[in-house]
């Protein structure tokens, strides 16, 4: 039996997780959520995801905070983060890069399927890096 990729969104805008949900789930992939940034590295210690989709504006710890966490850690810091965020701005961008993301979106910029290519496109590197 072939495992199910996990896919863990990081996000406090439940219209946003519930979009990603469903597109992610309707192509086969286990979804986990968390809408902070200390919940979120729960849920990375006990499942550890195959891709992270990260917000950086979130209740107590921000997303900023998970990527500091994730880059300290060798066990996680190889997982690939797209962040997906409302802060535009370079400084934000650069940050985000030096603490290890791989891509950064605005949600302002971006539609679902250009969120779901590159989910699909790290789920198929990691694949190749494991085998």
Do not use: C
Request: hydrophobic share 40%; no cysteine; aromatic share 8%.
């Amino acid at each position: 039996m072939v495992e199910q990729k996990k896919i863990l969104i990081v996000e406090d805008d439940e219209h946003h997780s519930r979009a990603y949900n469903i597109k992610l789930q309707k192509l086969g992939f286990l979804t986990l959520f968390a809408r902070d940034g200390g919940e979120a590295l729960e849920i990375i210690t006990a499942n550890r995801p195959d891709v992270i989709i990260l917000d950086l504006m979130l209740p107590k710890r921000d997303g900023f905070w998970v990527l500091e966490q994730l880059k300290r850690n060798p066990d996680f810091s190889k997982i690939p983060v797209i962040v997906l965020s409302n802060l535009g701005q370079e400084a934000h961008k650069e940050k985000a890069f030096a603490l290890g993301a791989k891509e950064y979106l605005v949600k302002v910029d971006y539609d679902l399927n250009t969120l779901v290519d590159k989910v699909l496109y790290y789920v198929k590197e990691g694949e190749k890096n494991v085998s």
